[in-house]
């Protein structure tokens, strides 16, 4: 078993980063939040958000061509218009765009179940 103590704080905080970025791309909010926190209890490191995005930018070039499609869906999405975000995403290839596409399918057909049990029975 590898003893914790010989992980860099700065590789952890790094990865912290980076998965609070992964996160945040697919709508996670509470697990964006709760990495952001951990990240930010721990001492500064030298390695920058910007250079994490970069990382995951060039891992998946897919998402650099469907920027614009994915930033209108996200949009969507935040706004809790699950089906219209869903319909923009529908194309995508990227995995962060397939991601947020069932994502925001599967949001709308919960949502629409709990609408539909409110609705009184006449």
């Not at 930033?71 to 935040?78: A, N, P, Q, T």
């Not at 995508?92 to 069932?102: A, H, M, P």
Request: aromatic content about 12%.
């Amino acid at each position: 078993m590898a003893s914790f103590s010989r992980v860099p704080i700065s590789q952890v905080k790094s990865e912290l980063l980076e998965v609070t970025t992964e996160c945040n791309l697919r709508g996670l909010v509470h697990s964006s939040q709760w990495s952001s926190e951990l990240a930010c209890s721990l001492q500064p490191s030298d390695q920058t958000d910007i250079t994490i995005l970069q990382n995951l930018f060039q891992k998946d070039e897919k998402f650099l061509t469907e920027y614009d499609r994915y930033c209108l869906g996200k949009s969507l999405f935040d706004c809790k218009e699950f089906a219209r975000a869903a319909f923009h995403l529908k194309d995508c290839q990227s995995q962060v765009g397939i991601f947020l596409y069932f994502y925001a399918r599967y949001l709308e057909i919960e949502k629409s179940k709990r609408y539909q049990m409110q609705r009184p029975c006449s």
